[in-house]
Structure formats: C-alpha cells, structure tokens
C-alpha cells in the first residue's frame, strides 16, 4: 500500500464514521423518532437509542483518531478553521453527555445535529 493510498483509507474511515454519526442523527430524528414516538412499548425506542449510541460512541472514536492522524500529516493544527472544528466537537461530546443525563430535552438533539452539520462544513473547508 502506498502512502498515498493509506491516507486515502484514513480519510474514507474518517467519512465513513462521520456519516454514521450525522446520518444516523437525521434518519434517528426524521424517522425513528416520529415512527415509535406513539408506541406503547418505550423499550422499543430506548433499544433503538442505546444501540445508536454505542455505535455513535464507535464513530466519535474513529472520527478523533483519523481527524488527530490527518490534522497532523497535513500540518493543519494552526488553521482557524480546525480550531473551530474542533470547538464544535467538544461542544458535541459535551451536549451528548449531557443528553445521556437529560434524554427527554429534546433541543439538545437539535444543537448537536447543528453543531454535527456545521462541522462537516468545516471540514469540507479544511479539504478544498
């Protein structure tokens, strides 16, 4: 393998994990959610949510990993726009936290799949 097809990997793990965890976020919210909201059967939807979460778990450790490998091959640690990224990352891990401690404030699932969606965006701007 050569260098150039490893960091090809890196980065296709790095999307890969990133579109897990937002993916995940849109079809949990705009049709999971909606879906089962009126079940009966809660346990249904915390089985659905505790099997996402382990799985979001997996995806924010791939995303940290190939994200540190990256920043550092390609020398991107002074760039503004990485710090922003990575602003909003704590910001995410911080307001998934607090979701797993409060699960019924729905508006946390909102800022984190804006928070999520605004730092694709940065990372489109990191690789053009």
């Given at each position: 393998?050569?260098?150039?097809?490893?960091?090809?990997?890196?980065?296709y793990l790095h999307l890969l994990a990133m579109a897990f965890?937002?993916?995940?976020?849109?079809v949990f919210g705009l049709a999971v959610v909606p879906v089962?909201?009126?079940?009966?059967?809660?346990?249904?939807?915390?089985?659905?949510?505790?099997?996402?979460?382990?799985?979001?778990?997996?995806?924010l450790g791939v995303l940290v990993v190939t994200g540190w490998?990256?920043?550092?091959?390609?020398?991107?640690?002074?760039?503004?726009?990485?710090?922003?990224?990575?602003?909003?990352?704590?910001?995410?891990?911080?307001?998934?936290?607090?979701?797993?401690?409060?699960?019924?404030?729905?508006?946390?699932?909102?800022?984190?799949?804006?928070?999520?969606?605004?730092?694709?965006?940065?990372?489109?701007?990191?690789?053009?």
């Open positions: 393998m050569s260098e150039h097809d490893f960091w090809q990997a890196v980065l965890f937002v993916g995940g976020q849109l089962l909201r009126g079940d009966p059967d809660r346990e249904r939807m915390r089985s659905v949510a505790r099997r996402f979460g382990y799985g979001s778990l997996i995806a490998a990256m920043a550092s091959h390609y020398g991107l640690w002074s760039s503004s726009t990485l710090q922003w990224k990575l602003g909003l990352v704590v910001l995410v891990i911080g307001l998934a936290l607090l979701h797993l401690r409060l699960p019924k404030l729905h508006a946390l699932q909102g800022a984190i799949l804006l928070a999520s969606l605004a730092i694709v965006w940065l990372g489109l701007e990191l690789a053009i």
